[in-house]
Nanobody, 125 residues
Framework: QVRLVESGGGSAQSGGSLRLSCAAL????????MAWFRQAPGKEREGVAA???????RYTDSVKGRFTISRDNAKNTIDLQMNSLKPEDTAVYYC???????????????????WGQGTQVTVSS
């Protein structure tokens, strides 16, 4: 059984910063690919950032230069540092994991089999 536990959500002003963390527990090790997705009200869940075992990353265009995904393989955790936040970043953010990932599909929801419960991020203008 794999369990992903997110933390660090909350509220911020436009231009501010927040940091999200995700702990991977259970039958999962540091070889897994991991990612952050988000879902705003009335919208589809979209891939935000993903990271492979070797540290290779992929970002959706709207967060490039503002968000940074990182992982600590010793602790089986990933973080998402979010800077220069905008109101359109408001969403529930989900951590995801999968044993195998491919560069071109890393931001596709269907590529991921394990999900956390989500954490709310609200950015006010």
């Amino acid at each position: 059984q794999v369990r992903l536990v997110e933390s660090g959500g909350g509220s911020a002003q436009s231009g501010g910063s927040l940091r999200l963390s995700c702990a991977a527990l259970g039958y999962i090790d540091n070889t897994y690919c991991m990612a952050w997705f988000r879902q705003a009200p009335g919208k589809e869940r979209e891939g935000v950032a993903a990271i492979k075992r070797d540290g290779g990353t992929r970002y959706t265009d709207s967060v490039k230069g503002r968000f940074t995904i990182s992982r600590d393989n010793a602790k089986n955790t990933i973080d998402l540092q979010m800077n220069s936040l905008k109101p359109e970043d408001t969403a529930v953010y989900y951590c995801a994991a999968e044993a195998v990932c491919h560069d071109e599909y890393m931001l596709y929801r269907s590529s991921w089999g394990y999900w956390g419960q989500g954490t709310q991020v609200t950015v006010s203008s």
